[in-house]
């Protein structure tokens, strides 16, 4: 991610959903407005699947245990 990607209007928005999701389940109506803004503009689809694939990754790497020598 580069410094304009955190200027970012909607990168800055779809890692706050992508976030939230992770924290605990949408209800309908929070589905509903993530629905709502990715219908908004190609954009914020695009934001959307790429902080989701970030999420994936960063989930992915092993912790560094070289600290707790």
């Known amino acids: 991610m580069s ?3 955190r200027d970012d209007p909607s ?3 779809a890692w706050e959903w992508v976030v939230r999701e ?4 949408l209800d309908e109506a929070a589905r509903a407005e993530l629905v ?3 219908k908004v503009s190609p954009e914020h689809r695009k ?3 790429e902080a ?3 999420w994936l990754l960063v989930g ?3 912790p560094d245990d070289s600290s707790e020598s």
């Open 3 to 5: 410094t304009s990607d």
């Open 36 to 38: 709502a803004w990715l």
């Open 11 to 13: 990168w800055n928005t």
């Open 22 to 25: 992770h924290e605990q389940p």
């Open 60 to 62: 992915l790497v092993p």
């Open 52 to 54: 989701s694939r970030i």
């Open 47 to 49: 934001s959307y699947d």
